[in-house]
T-cell receptor, first 114, second 113 residues
């Protein structure tokens, strides 16, 4: 079955540590997205990528970094510069970047501070 | 201008009742309005979507009503069931920005048996 796989499901970060969240899709989608979800704030866009080797900042990119070396993969690194990283992180993908196509989501990674 | 405002924050409905969630937007360039359903510990899943050239779209028990002049759209869940208990998000996007979505804050729906 096609879909989006996020790993790990739970992740703990120590102070000053960088952590990387994995997102893999086998839907052959062009575009991929990272969102942060906090209670009562909906989903906020961190970064998105429309094609391989290209990505753009979203609304809350500070303290995060991404790469898009393969179409299937869009890992997110939460750096030590992100002072409040505790949240639920969601990865999504969609097809045909320049048209309004639905986004398909993974089941998220919950990140907590130790 | 990019915001989408959603209300209510939480909603409790009896089984068989109608659940109504409302969203309002400012940016008239938005041209795609999806609704997502999210269960605890899961990612959101597309429920139903509408474009501004129609005023209503119905899929089973779920209906979107769209009022272009008021810049508002709403989700109606008819004959609400306990299995509908979830968080619902409205969203909006513009053709020129591809599939980049702006989400509302979410509504936690509880349907009592």
């Amino acid at each position: 079955d096609g879909g989006i796989t996020q790993s790990p499901k739970y992740l703990f970060r120590k102070e000053g540590q960088n952590v990387t969240l994995s997102c893999e899709q086998n839907l052959n989608h062009d575009a991929m997205y990272w969102y942060r979800q906090d209670p009562g704030q909906g989903l906020r866009l961190i970064y998105y990528s429309q094609i391989v080797n290209d990505f753009q900042k979203g609304d809350i990119a500070e303290g995060y970094s991404v790469s898009r070396e393969k179409k299937e993969s869009f890992p997110l690194t939460v750096t030590s510069a992100q002072k409040n990283p505790t949240a639920f992180y969601l990865c999504a993908s969609s097809t045909r970047v320049k048209s309004n196509q639905p986004q398909h989501f993974g089941d998220g990674t919950r990140l907590s501070i130790l | 201008q990019q915001q989408v405002k959603q209300s209510p924050q939480s909603l409790i409905v009896q089984k068989g009742g109608i659940s109504i969630i409302n969203c309002a937007y400012e940016n008239t360039a938005f041209d795609y309005f999806p609704w997502y359903q999210q269960f605890p510990g899961k990612g959101p899943a597309l429920l139903i979507a509408i474009r501004p050239d129609v005023s209503e779209k119905k899929e089973g028990r779920f209906t979107i009503s769209f009022n272009k002049s008021a810049k508002q759209f709403s989700l109606h869940i008819m004959d609400s069931q306990p299995g509908d208990s979830a968080t619902y998000f409205c969203a909006a996007s513009m053709f020129v920005s591809g599939s980049r979505l702006t989400f509302g804050e979410g509504t936690q729906l509880t349907v009592n048996p």
